[in-house]
C-alpha cells in the first residue's frame, strides 16, 4: 500500500534522459541503469556504484503475495517464502544451510519478506562481488528448485505458527478491522498476508507447490542489482544462473482491483485496547491515468498532488466544532489504478456525531465552492519550489538510494528515471494546470458513489453508529443549502505579528580555552559555566550539528516525572513572556530552527542541526526555549487533551505490562501517569517554575562546525555565556535493582506468552568493552534464533539486545519473545542455557575482527559516528582521545577477552522476568 499524504510531497525524484524522447513518451531510463530482459521474460536492472568497494546488493522480485492466492490457498504465499529455504536444489543440503556454510547470517546476508502483491528475496553477500555467483544461484534455486518436502512443511509450519501468534495483536486487529472495511469487496481482506491459524495450520504443499508452479516464473520476476561490478559480466552471470528457468504464461492480476459499487457502506472500527477515535469518510474510484511517466501521466499526478494537497490546507483552516481534533485528507493507491481518499475528523470523547456532522459540512463545502486563485498559486510554488531545488541538487545517488530507487521500481514496475529530466517534465506540465483542474478533481473524487464510512470509537465506549439513509439524508440536507465559502488563508495584514527577536545582550566571557589539535577539536569554558566542545569538520551533508546537554533529567526528587517531561515538552514550543507563540513557530519554520529533544532520567539533551548559514537562528531558538515561560494557550489545550486521554483511555495491556515491568526492574514505578486531580489543578506557572529549575541546569554544547572561530566566539558570548544557570541538578539514573524475580500477568487478549527478561552486570565503560558487547550481542542473537527457532521450531520473533552503557557503567541485557503458553518453560531453560553457554571460538573472532576492520573504515569517516564518540569520550574523560585510539578498535576482539565477556552478558544473579499470559477468556476463545 502506497500512500499520497497532502503537503508531504517529497522531492520530486524519478526522471531523464540524454536523448530527447518522442513528444509523449515515457521517460527513458537513468543512463546509470543498465536494463533488459533474459530471453525467459526475467527482468534484470543493473546499477555499477563503486563508492562502496566491493560490496553487492541483489533482490529478486516476484510479483506474487497474498491477493493472488486461491480460496483454498490463503497464507499460501507467504509460506511459499519459508519453504523456498528448505529447497536443495538436488543437493544433500537445504539452500538455509548452504548459505550458512557460505557463512552468510539470516537477516543480515539474506532474508526474504512478502505483501499482498509482491515476494522479495534478498542477498547482500559479505564478502560482496566476489560471491555473487553463489548469491546469483542461490537466488535461482529460491525461486525454482520447489523440492522442498512434505516433513519441511512441518517443520517449518510450528515456526509461521510462531510468526502469526507473534504478530496478534491490537494494532493486527485494528489493521484488519480497516482494511475490511477499506478494502470491501475485494480479496484483500480474506487474504491478510501471514493468513490465520487454520489456514497456516492446513496448507498443504500441493497447495504450496500449486501456487508457486502458476506465479514464479521467470516472465513475473524481476532481478536488481547493485554493487562495484561491471554490468556486462553481471549481465553474464545472471544469464548463467536464470537463463535455464522456463517462462509460462503469467495469469490475469485483477483480483488486485477493488471492486466498485453505487452504494454507501456503514463499518464501526473498535477494539477494547485501541484509542483510535475518529470518523472517516472514504471515496473510492478506479484512476488509471495518473500511473507512468508520459507527459500526460505526470500532468494528471500532479493534479492529483496539487488536488490533495489544496484540500488538506482548506481542511486545517476551517474553525473547529467543539468535539471535533482534527481534519485530514490522505489517498491511498491500491493496485494498477484503484484509489481510496479519505477524509477523516479526529474526535473527542463521544463526539463522533459532531464529527461526522462537520465531517459532511466540510466536505458539501469544498464541493460547493472548490479552491481559489490563491489555493492553485500556493501549490504551484511549492511544486516550482522542489522542482527547482531538485535541478539544482548535483550530488549522485548513493548506494543505498540506489537500492532503494531499483527497489521501489520492481515492486511499483516503473522505471528509475535521472532526477533531472522528471523535476524538468512536472514543470513543464505545471505551467498546464489550472484553478479549474483542482477544482474538477476534487468535484470528481467527492462524486464517487462508493463510498465507506469509518466511525472509530475508542476503548469499550457506546457509540451509535449511524444508518445509511440517516448519512444520505444529512448530505442532500447539506447539499440543498449554500454554504459559506471555506475560511482562506488570512492576507498579509491580517496576518499574525512578524517575530521580534529580542537584541542581543552585552556579550560574556569564554574565560578558558584548551586544543586537542590531533583531533581537531577545542574545549572552551563559559562564564557562566556551561562548556562548549568544538569538533572542527561538517556534519552530514555539509551541515553543522549542536548539541546541548544538561543534567536536567525528569527524574528529581519532589516533583512527578509526568510534569517535568510536560514541562519540557511545552517549553520547546513556548516563547519569552508575551512573544507571540504563531510568530514564534513561522519564524522557527522559516529559519529551519526547530528544537530536537531526548529527555532521560538523568539528562536532558536538545539536538539541532542546519546549514552553515542557519547556526545563529539555531542558538537564537535555542536562547528562546532556555528562557521561555509556558504558553498559557499551549499549556490549556495540552492539558485538556491528556485529561481527554484519561478519561477516554482503556486500561490496556500494554499500559499495565509496562507499569510491572518497571516495578520488576527498579523496584518502584518511576514513571506513574498523572491522574485527573493533579492535572486539573496544575497550572501553566508551575510549570513554568518546574522549567526555569531544569533551564537553569549548566549545559555542555557539543558543535561539530567546519568554521572560523571569529564569528563563533561572537555568536557563543552573546547567546550562550549570557544564560542564567544554577547548580547541576541531582537527577537519578533508572537502575535495575540486583537478584532475581519474576512475575506472571495473565491478562493478555491473545493466545500466547510474551516473554521479557533483562539482566545486568557492573562493567567500567571502555570502547574496547563497549565493541566486545556489540559483537557478542550479534552472536547471542545468532545462537539463540538457532535453538529456540530452528533447532526447537518455538518462536518467530526473538530479540536480545545488550550494551555496556556508558552512563550506569552497566552491561545491560534484555531478551524477549513470543511463543505458545505450552512451550514457555521449555523455551526460556533452552535461551538460559544457551546464553549461559556462549563461547566464541577463533574462526568467529577472526571473522568479527575483519568485518569491524571493514566497517571501522567507512566509521571513522561517518560525520555522525564521529560525532557521537566525541560525546562519550568527553562524558568519560573529559578530552577526545577517542577519536583518537578509535583505530586500535579490532585489536579489542582478541579471543580471550570476548570469552570471558560472553560470560558477562546475562548472569543469572541479576534475572528479572515478566511474563505475559493469556486471560481466562483469551484461552477459552482459543480452545
Known sequence: MKKLIAGLLGPLLLGACASLPEPDAPLPWDAQVVQGQLANGLAYRLVRETSQPGRLDLRLTVKA?????????????????????????GSQQKLRERMAGFGWLQGRHFNAVTNYERTQYLIGPPAGVRQAPQALQALHDLAFARDYNAQDLERERPIVIEEWRGGLGVAQRMNEQRTASQRVGSRYPGHRTIGNEAAIRSAS???????????????NMVLSAVGDFEPEAMRAQIEQAFGAAKAGEVPGREQRELALDDTLKVFRLQDPQSGSNQVAMLFRLHEPDSRGTTRAALRERLIDRMTLAAMLDSLRRQPREPGVRSLIAQKTLIGEHSTVLGIAAGVEGQAHDQALQQLLTETERLRQHGFSEADLQREREHIRGLGDKTLAKQAPRTFEQWVEQLNNAAVQDTAVSDRHAIAARYLEVLASISLGDLNDRLRRWLASPDRVLQVSAAGTSEVTLPTVAQVEARQAKLAAKALPAPVQVASATEASPRLQMPAAPAAAAIVERKRFPEQRVEYWRLSNGDRLVWLKRNGPEGKWLLQADSTAGYQLAGTPAWRLQMAAQLAMHSGLSGMDAQALATWRHEQRATLGFDHQPQRLQLNLGAAPEQLLALMQSYRITQLASIDPELFTTSRDVLLQRLHSRPDDVRGQQERQQRVLKYGVDHWPSPDTGALEQLTAEQLSADWKLLAGAPVTYYLMADMAPEPLEKMVREMLATLPRSASLASQQALQQPGQRREDLAIALEPRVVLQASSFQPQAWSPEAAVRVSVLRDLANQRLKAQLRGEASGVYRLRFDSELNADTQRIESSLSFTCDPARVDELWAMAQKTLASLQPDADWAVAERRELLRQESKRREDPQTQFKRLILSDRRWHDPRYLQTQAQLPEALTLPELQRQAQQLFPRANQVQLRL????SALEQAL
Open 917 to 920: 499470559l493469556p486471560s481466562a
Open 65 to 89: 503475495g497474498s491477493v493472488d492466492e486461491a480460496d483454498d490457498q490463503v497464507g499460501v504465499a507467504h509460506m511459499v517464502e519459508h519453504l523456498a529455504f528448505h529447497s536443495r536444489a
Open 205 to 219: 504443499l500441493h497447495n504450496l507447490q500449486a501456487f508457486q508452479n502458476r506465479w514464479y516464473l521467470p516472465n
